[in-house]
């Protein structure tokens, strides 16, 4: 499997755009997260899904921030209308049935930087 | 409230030397503790899960502890490498879940290899 995959990369958009990350996970995992990275909170858990379905999505900052899975192999986060302050790494993660000891398998992030 | 506190919050050595990072933890009831290891612009990646009866595992150069009594976990890296410069991040897991999907992130330690 090639692991975690999302994209873009990297994001430079203007305050007030709308911003799409996406992310495929590993074929067979139960549990899909998004999580946002900043230097000085760490990782931070934003919404997580088991089999599609969003489970706990208390870390969403504010209504700006929504995120989707229509499928097992696909997973949006939409941020609109996007702010300065939103610039960070967003990290998605897959993980098996495994709650309690499965292992996170990250992709590689997006950077977003909001002007 | 479940915590991670890792230090130092980052630390720069010689190249060859020896390094101990460590974590401590309030989170109750424990299930396991992973370090992830984080390369500059990559995902997070796991090096080690320790469980509440292991004390001592080794991975490589790569050596963590954990003492459940004083909920607290160090990893040790030994005759280290210019590809040891990352972010080690600390991971707790709640054996009773909950919020985050019971995974409580420390910030990590951001180590710098020097030749």
């Known amino acids: 499997d090639a692991g975690v995959i999302q994209s873009p990369r990297h994001e430079v958009t203007e305050m007030g755009q709308e911003v799409t990350l996406r992310c495929k996970p590993i074929s067979g995992h139960d549990y899909l997260f998004w999580y946002r990275q900043t230097m000085m909170r760490g990782l931070e858990l934003l919404i997580y899904f088991n089999n599609n379905v969003p489970i706990d999505d208390s870390g969403m900052p504010e209504d700006r921030f929504s995120a989707k899975m229509p499928n097992a192999s696909f997973s949006t986060l939409k941020i609109q209308p996007s702010e300065p302050r939103d610039s960070a790494v967003y990290f998605c993660?897959?993980?098996?049935?495994?709650?309690?000891?499965?292992?996170?398998?990250f992709g590689e992030g997006s950077r977003l930087t909001v002007l | 409230k479940n915590q991670v506190e890792q230090s130092p919050q980052s630390l720069i050595i010689l190249e060859g030397k020896n390094c101990t990072l460590q974590c401590n933890y309030t989170v109750s009831p424990f299930s396991n503790l992973r370090w992830y290891k984080q390369d500059t612009g990559r995902g997070p990646v796991s090096l080690t899960i320790m469980t509440f009866s292991e004390n001592t595992k080794s991975n490589g150069r790569y050596t963590a502890t954990l003492d459940a009594d004083t909920k607290q976990s160090s990893l040790h890296i030994t005759a280290s490498q210019l590809s040891d410069s990352a972010s080690y991040i600390c991971v707790v897991t709640n054996l009773e879940g909950g919020g985050a999907d019971g995974l409580t992130f420390g910030k990590g330690t951001h180590l710098i290899i020097q030749p």
């Open positions: 993660a897959s993980r098996d049935w495994d709650r309690v000891t499965g292992e996170l398998f």
